[in-house]
């Protein structure tokens, strides 16, 4: 079974700090991962998602995220953060292979100071 | 990108009635269809795998006979929590594999947020 951790629950930073948060995961086989964003009474979005080839990803707004395959981990960074980046993080994994249930961190919740 | 959609959107309740959750793919078929369940500041939790035309496979923990999952048809799920009481107020998520990129990426839908008093 796959799993997923966080190490950040709570990080708080300015406007225009930069970001990274954690992510590591176990699994034995080919993994999918992806990262998730929860703005406040808003519905799960994808911000970026990594299924093979060059493990630097970019997604939407800004954010990338580097799978490094050694240390099983897919760290979210974005270089300077805005107050509309306030939300909610998850990282998530399901295994390669198609309509795999997908397994969901803890999350992290992200406030902006302006 | 592909759509889901939940219906309803917030549902108040009495305990001990039952509740039925909607979920659709709306420009997409979808033979799998998963269920979350989401606590207050706490990730999502994964309930059941919905089948079109088969049983739901459902999570160590979950009750099947209390969380009734029935895939219909490839664009619709429902999850009925019967016999709903307090503790099984939540935030109630469905999702889907779309067939771009063989089945790799889910959409989630918006959730549906079920209060039982």
């Known amino acids: 079974a796959q799993s997923v951790s966080q190490h950040n629950h709570h990080v708080i930073l300015s406007e225009a700090a930069s970001l990274e948060l954690g992510c590591n995961y176990s699994y034995g086989g080919t993994v999918n991962l992806f990262w998730y964003v929860q703005y406040p009474g808003q519905h799960l979005q994808l911000l970026l998602k990594y299924f093979s080839g060059d493990p630097l990803v970019k997604g939407i707004k800004g954010f990338e995220a580097e799978f490094i395959k050694s240390k099983f981990s897919f760290n979210l960074r974005k270089p300077s953060v805005q107050w509309s980046d306030t939300a909610e993080y998850f990282c998530a994994v399901n295994a390669r292979g198609g309509y795999q249930k997908v397994t969901f961190g803890t999350g992290t919740k992200l406030q902006v100071i302006p | 990108g592909a759509v889901v959609s939940q219906h309803p959107s917030r549902v108040i309740c009495k305990s001990g009635t039952s509740v039925k959750i909607e979920c659709r793919s709306l420009?997409?078929?979808?033979?799998?269809m998963f269920w979350y369940r989401q606590f207050p500041k706490k990730s999502l939790m994964l309930m059941a795998t919905?089948?079109?035309?088969?049983?739901?496979?459902?999570e160590q923990g979950v009750e099947k006979d209390k969380f009734l999952i029935n895939h219909a048809s490839l664009t619709l799920s429902t999850l009925t929590v019967t016999s709903a009481h307090p503790e099984d107020s939540s935030f109630y998520i469905c999702?889907?594999?779309?067939?771009?990129?063989?089945?790799?990426?889910?959409?989630f839908g918006p959730g549906t947020r079920l209060l039982v008093l």
């Open positions: 420009d997409f078929q979808a033979t799998t």
């Open positions: 919905s089948n079109e035309g088969s049983k739901a496979t459902y």
């Open positions: 999702s889907a594999p779309s067939a771009d990129y063989a089945g790799e990426t889910q959409y």
